[in-house]
């Protein structure tokens, strides 16, 4: 019925109206209002063919290039939130840039949580180890298998890295063997950590 229309992307002017995971939907719009005001009507005859309840309370109006005031103004007609980009969504950011560091500062934070120095002084060699490969193999692969780390693997391998040479909280340890060594396999002399970047082509090149 041409109520809504949806947004378009890219050179190759991808159209895209919404997607949808699980139980959450993101609705792309023009920024028109009569387009949103008829989304909102179109939830309502949903609600009453299916006497489902919407919690606008959850929903949340995202803008892209537009004023902050248009952006309140539909919030307010809605009754829910206003946010701007870049946002959370599904665990992922949305709408930032891979390669500025502050689009991995979360995933760098929540490393550094699980490989804290209070931990490491713990456990021996080997147990550092097995954290060092559980860390590394559950929390980053969602962001790997997404986006090309560019800018913090460095960083991240120095936390790995750290695990091994830190003894107690007031003193380090040399490093007696290259971090680059410990990466290889262990027929070759390694200890079998997994090299980020590696990981992270690897994770990307399934998309092919």
């Known amino acids: ?5 949806g947004a378009y992307f890219g050179e190759g ?6 997607l949808q ?15 949103l005001m008829n989304t909102r009507r179109i939830k309502r005859c949903f609600e009453v063919a299916s006497g489902l309840r919407i919690n606008f309370q959850k929903s949340c109006v995202v803008k892209i290039r537009k ?6 103004n539909l919030a307010v007609k809605f009754r829910c939130a206003s946010a701007t980009l870049p946002i959370t969504y599904l665990g992922l950011p949305l709408g930032g840039r891979p390669c500025s560091k502050i689009f991995w500062s979360d995933l760098i934070a929540r490393i ?11 456990i021996n060699k080997g147990g550092r180890l097995v954290l060092i490969k559980t860390v590394m193999s559950s929390i980053p692969i969602y962001f790997m298998s997404m ?15 750290g695990v091994f040479s830190l003894e107690m909280a007031v003193r380090r340890k040399l490093h007696l063997v290259k971090w680059e060594i ?11 950590v997994d090299s980020v970047q590696d990981k992270n082509k690897g994770l990307l090149a399934k998309w092919a």
């Open 1 to 5: 019925m041409n109520l809504l229309k």
């Open 13 to 18: 002017i991808v159209h895209l109206s919404h």
């Open 21 to 35: 995971f699980g139980d959450d939907t993101i609705l792309f719009l023009q920024s028109r209002e009569d387009y």
């Open 67 to 72: 004023s902050d005031q248009w952006e309140i």
């Open 112 to 122: 550094q949580n699980r490989l804290a120095s209070w931990k490491r002084m713990f």
């Open 147 to 161: 986006f090309k780390i560019q800018v913090c693997i460095a960083q991240i391998s120095k936390t790995c890295s």
């Open 182 to 192: 410990i990466q290889k396999r262990k027929c070759k002399g390694g200890l079998g």
